[in-house]
């Protein structure tokens, strides 16, 4: 029985390969970063995505065109409007658009000083450091000098 053949040996056992380690979000670059980032809904929510890690305050920082585009895909939010319908001769009232889902803006509104309340009265008291400038009859500028 020496015709008879032994079957062939089993092929070797293929070592498995390690586990893939997991992908992080550290893992992504910059430019992947930089697109999740034109997704979120206002410049404050990006200013808090940036400064929750470095690497994301690099991909915010390192871009330029970025930041460009980010103010050209969300523009400043009307905060309000002044109304004078019922009486023309007394002080108009600020009436803010209705955002309650958005917490930036009813944070602006609720910090905002749209009467120019802290400026100083009269010209005796101005602080050298602000200036104001009347656009037109019923509108006005006020800013900060430089220094």
């Not at 979000?25 to 940036?50: K, M, N, T, W």
């Not at 802290?118 to 200036?131: A, F, T």
Request: glycine content about 2%; charged content about 25%.
């Amino acid at each position: 029985m020496a015709s008879q053949q032994l079957p062939p040996p089993p092929p070797p056992l293929k070592k498995k390969s390690p586990p893939a380690a997991p992908t992080t979000i550290s893992d992504l670059g910059d430019d992947l970063l930089r697109e999740v980032f034109l997704h979120l809904p206002s410049l404050p929510s990006l200013v808090r995505a940036a400064l929750a890690c470095p690497a994301f305050l690099r991909a915010v920082r390192s871009s330029p065109a970025f930041r460009r585009r980010f103010r050209e895909l969300h523009p400043p939010p009307l905060l309000g409007v002044f109304l004078d319908i019922h009486d023309p001769s007394s002080i108009p009232v600020f009436v803010p658009t209705r955002r309650h889902s958005d917490r930036d803006h009813v944070a602006a509104i609720r910090g905002a000083d749209v009467f120019f309340t802290l400026l100083p009265e009269d010209d005796n008291d101005v602080d050298p450091q602000w200036s104001m400038e009347y656009l037109s009859n019923r509108a006005a500028a006020a800013y900060r000098r430089a220094r």
